[in-house]
C-alpha cells in the first residue's frame, strides 16, 4: 500500500497571504489528522476530520481551518499568515472506524516558510 | 489533560553502546504510547505501541519499551545503536477520548557517535 502523501512538499509564502496544502491517506483510511511541528511548541495537534467533518480541534486560532472531500482527501488552509506559522505541517491518516485508538501513520509533511 | 515529557532533550551515544530514551507521561485515564523515530527531513515513523496486553513491547529496527503504570514511564531501550539510528524520538500519548488526538513530547535527539 502507498502511504499517506501530501502536498507541495515546500512552500514559501508571505505575510499576510493564504496556503493550502494537500494530504492523501493510506487507501482505506477515512480518518486524517493534521499536526503542526515547530522548534519552539513541538509537535501540536490541529484537527481531525473523518468522513468530511471535523472530529476533533485543538487549540489553534480560526485562521487555520481544513476539509475532508469524499474519497478522504484533506486539504489544510491557513489565511492571514504571519511570521509564526512557518511549520513543518504533518498529516496522518489512520482507519478512523475503530472504537478505541489506532495507530496514525503520518506523511513526510509539507514545509512552510512564511517571509 | 494528558502531557508528556522527555526526560533528555539530547543524548550522545558511541556506536553499538547501549540507550536509553526516557518519557514520563500523566493522564487521569487509561492511555495508550506510542514511540515515534523522525529522520532528518521527514516524516515520523511509528517504532512501537503499547495499547494493552505485555507490559514489555518491542518495535522495529531492534528497539523496544517497557510500560510502567506505577512511575507513568514508558522508556525506550535499544541494546546496540548504530549510527543509522542517529534521529530524532518522540513519545506520544492518547487515550480513549481522543483515539487519534496525539500529544506528543519535546523530542529526544538521539546522535550515535563513530
Known amino acids: 500500500k502507498a502511504g499517506v502523501t501530501q502536498t507541495p512538499r515546500y512552500l514559501i509564502k508571505t505575510r499576510g497571504q493564504q496556503v493550502t496544502l494537500s494530504c492523501s491517506p493510506i487507501?482505506?483510511?477515512?480518518?486524517v489528522s493534521w499536526y503542526q511541528q515547530t522548534p519552539g511548541q513541538g509537535l501540536q495537534f490541529l484537527f481531525e476530520?473523518?468522513?468530511?467533518?471535523?472530529?476533533n480541534k485543538g487549540n489553534f486560532p480560526g485562521r487555520f481551518s481544513g476539509r475532508q472531500f469524499s474519497n478522504s482527501r484533506s486539504e489544510m488552509n491557513v489565511s492571514t499568515l504571519e511570521l509564526g506559522d512557518s511549520a513543518l505541517y504533518l498529516c496522518a491518516s489512520s482507519p478512523g472506524t475503530g472504537g478505541g485508538v489506532e495507530t496514525q501513520y503520518f506523511g513526510p509533511g509539507t514545509r512552510l516558510l512564511v517571509l | 489533560a494528558q502531557s508528556v515529557t522527555q526526560l533528555d532533550s539530547q543524548v550522545p551515544v558511541f556506536e553499538e553502546a547501549p540507550v536509553e530514551l526516557r518519557c514520563n507521561y500523566s493522564s487521569s485515564v487509561s492511555v495508550y504510547l506510542f514511540w515515534y523515530v523522525q529522520y532528518p527531513n521527514q516524516g515520523l515513523q511509528l517504532l512501537l505501541k503499547?495499547?494493552?496486553?505485555?507490559?514489555l513491547v518491542k518495535g522495529i529496527n531492534g528497539f523496544e519499551a517497557e510500560f510502567n503504570k506505577s512511575q507513568t514511564s514508558f522508556h525506550l531501550r535499544k541494546p546496540s545503536v548504530h549510527i543509522s539510528d542517529t534521529a530524532e524520538y518522540f513519545c506520544a500519548v492518547s487515550d480513549s477520548g481522543s483515539a487519534r488526538q496525539l500529544t506528543f513530547g519535546s523530542g529526544t535527539q538521539l546522535t550515535v557517535l563513530p
Open positions: 476530520y473523518f468522513s468530511e467533518t471535523q472530529r
Open positions: 503499547y495499547l494493552s496486553g505485555s507490559t
Open positions: 487507501s482505506g483510511h477515512r480518518s
